[in-house]
């Protein structure tokens, strides 16, 4: 996945380095998600892997922490540089490099808002509903956000290219689920009656 959102140059590692930086990145989330403390199974943002720092340096660990803090900032304005480009509105590098800061910035405020509450995912299909009426509500004030705060460095036509596409993956979000509701598989139970998945 680190590839394929540009890879990590800033890193300066070797092939065989940055292979074994997955390794010790997949083994401390192994030894993280079997941890009894909570903030280490789903702390946010990433801490700095103890395995990486002892082998590759702190300076990799800090940075490859970042990195992963990022990666929704990065995967989504990928999309975007591509939609302002096909526009004839290119984004700068400055401009890609605050469109990451913004992302990354919203879902830090994101996770902020649910920190602290107890949350009990749905059972039924009315729940289920419930809960996602309240996904689209969080939804609309995050895209307001964007919009808001991306105003101050993006063009007007580059804005309207991030209106658009935020409108448009919102509205396929919306249809999937719809889809999902209509053939009753907003919720998911085992044999034994226990939730197993649900459509936020």
């Given at each position: 996945m680190a590839e394929s959102e540009g890879g990590l140059p800033d890193?300066?590692?070797?092939?065989?380095?940055?292979?074994?930086?997955?390794?010790?990145?997949?083994?401390?989330?192994?030894?993280?998600?079997?941890?009894?403390?909570?903030?280490?199974?789903?702390?946010?943002?990433?801490?700095?892997?103890?395995?990486?720092?002892?082998?590759?340096?702190?300076?990799?660990?800090?940075?490859?922490?970042?990195?992963?803090?990022?990666?929704?900032?990065r995967f989504e304005v990928r999309e975007i540089a591509g939609r302002t480009?096909?526009?004839?509105?290119?984004?700068?590098?400055?401009?890609?490099?605050?469109?990451?800061?913004?992302?990354?910035?919203?879902?830090?405020?994101?996770?902020e808002e649910m920190r602290g509450q107890v949350v009990q995912p749905p059972t039924n299909e009315a729940e289920a509903i419930e809960w996602h009426q309240g996904t689209k509500e969080q939804n609309v004030r995050q895209r307001h956000k964007l919009l808001e705060r991306a105003a101050t460095f993006l063009s007007a036509k580059q804005l309207e290219v991030l209106r658009r596409h935020s409108e448009q993956k919102a509205a396929a979000r919306e249809q999937q689920w719809e889809q999902r509701r209509s053939q009753g598989q907003l919720v998911h139970k085992d044999a034994n009656g226990c939730l197993t998945s649900f459509m936020p």
């Open positions: 890193l300066h590692l070797t092939e065989q380095q940055l292979t074994r930086l997955y390794e010790l990145s997949a083994e401390w989330e192994l030894q993280s998600a079997e941890s009894d403390d909570p903030q280490a199974r789903g702390g946010w943002p990433p801490q700095q892997n103890p395995l990486i720092a002892a082998e590759l340096g702190t300076e990799v660990a800090e940075k490859w922490a970042k990195h992963r803090q990022e990666a929704n900032g480009a096909s526009d004839g509105v290119p984004l700068t590098a400055e401009q890609r490099r605050r469109m990451v800061e913004l992302y990354t910035a919203l879902d830090e405020e994101a996770v």
